[in-house]
């Protein structure tokens, strides 16, 4: 069982690798919203403040003082059930509370939280407390990705951070790990913290199968580019295709053809294809279509849960042919915190793994990541299988 | 093995029950689109017709002349390999050619067909004609629920067939069945008709589980309606809430509060609310809501297929908790044909049963049907697991 | 003042005349509507008829039965004041009421008018029936235009009546009619039927101007194209020229290009251009912008109608650079009929003069025809002026 | 004629007058971009920058650097003839380059400006600084109805400055000033500055009206919405009435009903409606709409500016009935600066005086304003003529 010190410093820790994210942003980064997937930095800010706000220090804290009826309006998200809300749509149209003003917001709120840590604490304030802080590590990446698209989709091309590699070299040569027909068990086991999606450990039969040793690369992503991979319907799901055709898809988000060479924008700023790193930054359609010009497929979420402990992963979500659905015995949360994760649970797929914007600690063999199969702005990648 | 008689047979007797179910409408019935998922009567009777003509007697049957090139033209639908197509959109916009023209080439292809059969045959001609007699099946049910659309959003709500009785009685008493935890196998077997996307019989392992005996009926459903299911957010995916809200949804398609009676269109025109007959016109997210509410689920498409041995199906379409995937070892048919089913594996819901709408013969245990999630114009209901 | 037999004589005229349009037509082509703009001719037949039955039959015959409540739910166009209405883009949607029943209706209607003239008269009847008349006349226009949109949208660009020339030929050499500065007269005298908008005759002040004693030609606007003019940014006016991007547009409504030479849809199938014929279905801000490259401009409606008497006029209706506005002392008719002219007053041009497709003496020197300045679906060309 | 010091003395206070708009505002406020009509803060200071760079410096002063390429390309705005520019609906998508590297720019082109003055001026360089002065007082006064709206649509609602009154009290009793009908001289005359719209005086003809000698106030419009005026359909124009239904509209923009009581946004924030003030924030189809109610209308541009000198102006943007026309003999400017006000001559009403937004001396009897008749966020309100 974990004490509450150590929990009280997992907060703290996590609350200053927010503000450290941050920290090379100018004041105007913070505001801006340039597609709806994406929030301004300062809502990331507010809203993981709030959260703690809502759910803690509202129930739990004797005395306490709301900072704000209006941030609370604000920074709420999509919990339906907790009041009235800012139309996603609308948040990048908000100049006001000012970043300082948000930042005031999570000093009160840490402060706060710091006082009911020391003053007082029980099994439910340590549930919610540690529900909170993964929360906001969930959107620590959230705030990454959203950052490199703000700055990526910005005509000056600014450098985030000269010394942020997010392009590792896949040096591994290819190799097709075996795993044999039979029921497995799938899920999470053990006492530490994980979310309700991961929960209800069972039985899956699975197929004999082979999984890549590595991710796809660069390099080989660009042969599919080159052969015409974008321009074959027969590749690609109806829906996939529409999507090609409707946004004029032609590459990876972020890659961009000057004189001819493939560039791509990177938290270091414009830098040319580094054609061995792993591929990042494409659809689940991208995926799925070059699997099957590779006369391959994707693995199962259930697939990649088995095998994983025979390869490297962490450093791409890896889309997977798994649709997203609740596993046997899943039972949602009851009130607001039953919204976290069984509401999307609906054409969105699964991803596993992790990425070099995953806070240190905050995946492991079972976390199922979800996404809609047309975004492209957090670093996902592919893994085939056959 | 089929002989060629009995296939000729079965493709005449098609032919012409396609034609029976457009005998009562009117030569303007056949022309219009009143939205993007429902295709003209015209279009249907021109498009099974194109098929035959476009991947058999074009290239099985000597010296056959195209009926007219702009009939494949407009005829095609969704196959990205096969030439230019009418926009779906478009559809309804061609008052050319005629319903008199678009029977012509029914009867010329027709004909040309049978000619083709009696004087010579082959495994590839007989594999083709059984797939095209399949394909027009499977439009017999599109047509029907099509005329049901646009005559039960005229207006006029005019009858289509006083006889035709689609509200029979779900008049057993509620019980469960229960499935013990186990290996089971899934997935069509034996040399009988099935699309590709049955094949691959494979081993999935299912855990204890119990499922209804029977449908949820119209009555059922109206105890949700009016406990403010459709108001309450927590019963609801994020995205089916939004789906709510859009489109302003309060009741299944087809129903009108008339001075507070709730009223029904159907193929005889509209009627009280049957509330002992199976509900019907509803959307998978519809379907999930009703399913929390009672604090049950809907089964899997694994645990209906091995469980359906025990209840009564073909009435309703019954939707599923599972996302329509390939099986594992599914492979997509070469070329065009290959375009069948894979391309829409992404993002749909699998329903399996069968309805009123479905002519005889077409529907069997492993049939895989699958729609969008928002759709509702098809027979579709829910049966309950827990 | 008209005598009751002319006025009947003119109205069975009229309703036989509209049919006569009709009379090439398939069944199919009386029911689609492939844009917004266009209606369904059936929906044409019924409006008119519609307007009879409403304004006139039912308070001024005793004793009339309205034929049906649904047909006049369905035939009401934008009368806002007059009951529901069907949605103006839902037209395409309705197969029923059939043609036939239409037909029928129109009969019934037709009818009864002609009964209720021998029986009875009074002023108020004289004045609605010639409103009536003339709308009916109007919409003969619209009519014939929808109808050539429907064929010539249509990918087998059906013949609609191999003998309907709408291209006579500009044979004119080009001369400018030179009108002298000082004050005009401008609007409707006399007794003779016109329109509210035509009405309160006044003074307008005009100075020196010089217009064409002729029509831009197909050739002329050839030129225009040849020269680079749809991509030429400052030829046009801003919204013009985002109309031109979003559309896509190269070339007036119903030009092709094939094997690289200018075809036209016209009513007698598809034809090379001609060079000769004066150039129709242009938008106003292709007018605009053909004007300005030839370094002139469009005249206004006051200039067109004091110079029209010098000018042969009557094949295509010409943009002016005026808006469609008020004239000083303007009254709408009280209640639904005067919802005819002044609720369109704002954001349309005012087209002067006549087409091929306008009835015969259904227009006149002070007629004021008026469209929003992106619709091509009409016979619209151009007049210098400078 | 205007000496050197003179212009440039204008030219700095301009310039500083930006600046002392922007004063109150926070980092933040610069940035966003509620709704496509509104700009950021910060981009009216480059693009008021970027106009005397590209049309000044970068032609007149020998050795001059530009600033920036990427500034030049994000703060062009709809000059289509001078180079690429970004879209306009992304502005507020941009969160570099910086508050500060704007105001950097200013600085800089400033200087530059002064120093070229200083040492060499002529004819070219003093017409093109004068329209460069004119074109920065113009966005002087869009640029505080923006900040107007991106504050009055944040759920704060911020105060703007607690000491601008833009609600001063229309104190006048009604009366009617008569004009005689005749000849009447239109349009700007002398040599002060002035727009290309305004020039060719000409003459017009006008018959005999009345016009009121104030503008509607508050409380005058409250009895129309009180009488139910935004839900009469025959009072408004059929786009009108489109309009009232589409945007839900009960309201002039910025008025909220609170407990039941009307409130509105002001510069000092939220505050009780003056029903003394005169109205403001009202489209074209608000003003039109609430003459009829009063069986009046809107004078026209031209009656306008007759009567002008016999009543007070300058409070509010006067909607007239004029649609934005060029005058006789109106020829643009060649060039990029031809593209300033032509091409908006088309879909868009005059509107007459000037505002509390307005800057000193920036508008004239005979400035014509224009917006398209859905527009509200100016301080546009009206005055009735009979």
Redesign the interface.
Known sequence: MITTQTLLDFFKETRAHTETICAPL?????????IVDVSPP?WHLGHTTWFFEEFILKHHKSGYTIFSD?FA??FNS?Y??VGKR?VRT?R????????AQVYAYRNYVTEALIELLEENTNDEIVKLLTIGIHHEKQHQELLLTDIKY??G????M?VYDGHFSENSIESQSQKWISITEG?YEIGHQGTDFCYDNELGR????L?D?EISNRLVTNGEYLEFINAGGYKQ??L??????DWVQTQKIIAPLYWHLIDNKWHQYTFKGLQKINIEAPLAHIS??EA?AYAQWKEM?LPTEFEWEVAQSQFNWGQRWEWT???Y??Y??YAKEPGAL??YNG?????QKVLRGGSVATPTHHTRPTYRNFFQ?GLRWQFTGLRLAK
Do not use: C
């Open positions: 100018q004041t105007e980064d913070y505001v801006v919203q340039p300062k209006d309006f604000v999509y339906e059930s800012v609308d990048g149209n908000l100049s006001r509370p000012t970043v703000i700055l989709n910005n005509p000056l600014p029921i069972h039985k899956v039969y197929h199968f319907t027969l690609w799901h109806a829906e996939g295709w689940y359609y799925f497929r042919e798994s649709a659905l609740p046997p015995g039953g919204e509401k999307f649970m609906v054409n199969t």
